[in-house]
């Protein structure tokens, strides 16, 4: 198994940036793919962002393109926030899938075996 604990979050101003992190520990924690998700209020929880376990591939919801990255070291997975929005309010997750494959990315929330606690991000108008 792996756990992992997001942080990060925080209330910031339309057009600022955040960095979430989210560290992992228990099993090697490159033989994970990861994931970003979110969930406002009232909604399901949404993909976000993704990257593959080499970190050679990522992937993201066209909401956030150009203005989110995901990466990744030895030990942690990043999301950059740049330029949000007030719609991007939400708990952000991150979460974890054993993959063979260095270059397989996941895209849905059924796809992904382990889950942080979530962060809260709120953005102000």
């Known amino acids: 198994q792996v756990q992992l604990v997001e942080s990060g979050g925080g209330l910031v101003q339309a057009g600022g940036s955040l960095r979430l992190s989210c560290a992992a520990s228990g099993r090697t924690f490159s033989s994970y793919a990861m994931g970003w998700f979110r969930q406002a209020p009232g909604k399901e929880r949404e993909f976000v962002a993704a990257i593959s376990r080499s970190g050679e591939r990522t992937s993201y919801a066209d909401s956030v393109k150009g203005r989110f990255t995901v990466s990744r070291d030895n030990a942690k997975a990043y999301l950059q926030m740049n330029s949000l929005k007030p719609e991007d309010t939400a708990v952000y997750y991150c979460?974890?899938?054993?993959?063979?494959?260095?270059?397989?990315?996941?895209?849905?929330?059924?796809?992904?075996?382990?889950w942080g606690q979530g962060t809260q991000v709120t953005v102000s108008s």
């Open positions: 979460a974890a899938v054993f993959l063979l494959s260095g270059i397989t990315i996941r895209a849905r929330v059924a796809d992904y075996d382990y």
